[in-house]
């Protein structure tokens, strides 16, 4: 079984930074994609930023110039930096990794998620 744990939510005034974390832990061989999604009240669930082991990292139109996604692969672990946080940014953060497990079982993890609101 593979665990997320996210941190670094909090309430930031517009204009300001924030930097989540999420590090995986459990039965992990390797770990091909760490994706960051946020959910706003009475909205989907939506993909900020992602990366793929040995690949380059996509954001979502949003967020781009203003997010940085980076991945600690040693310690499978995936960062978002959040610059120039606005209103709008306001949800609840999501952690979600796949991979392949000890034995070649894949898994599809997601955390508890964090909140981030941005607001004066």
């Known amino acids: 079984q593979v665990h997320l744990v996210e941190s670094g939510g909090g309430l930031v005034q517009p204009g300001g930074s924030l930097r989540l974390s999420c590090a995986a832990s459990g039965s992990i061989f390797s770990i091909r994609t760490m994706d960051w999604y946020r959910q706003a009240p009475g909205k989907q669930r939506e993909l900020v930023a992602g990366?793929?082991?040995?690949?380059?990292?996509n954001y979502a139109d949003s967020v781009k110039g203003r997010f940085t996604i980076s991945r600690d692969n040693a310690a499978n672990t995936v960062y978002l930096q959040m610059n120039s946080l606005k209103p709008e940014d306001t949800a609840v953060y999501y952690c979600?990794?796949?991979?392949?497990?000890?034995?070649?079982?894949?898994?599809?993890?997601w955390g508890q998620g964090t909140q981030v609101t941005v607001s004066s």
């Open positions: 990366t793929i082991l040995g690949g380059k990292p």
């Open positions: 979600n990794a796949d991979g392949t497990g000890w034995g070649l079982k894949p898994f599809d993890a």
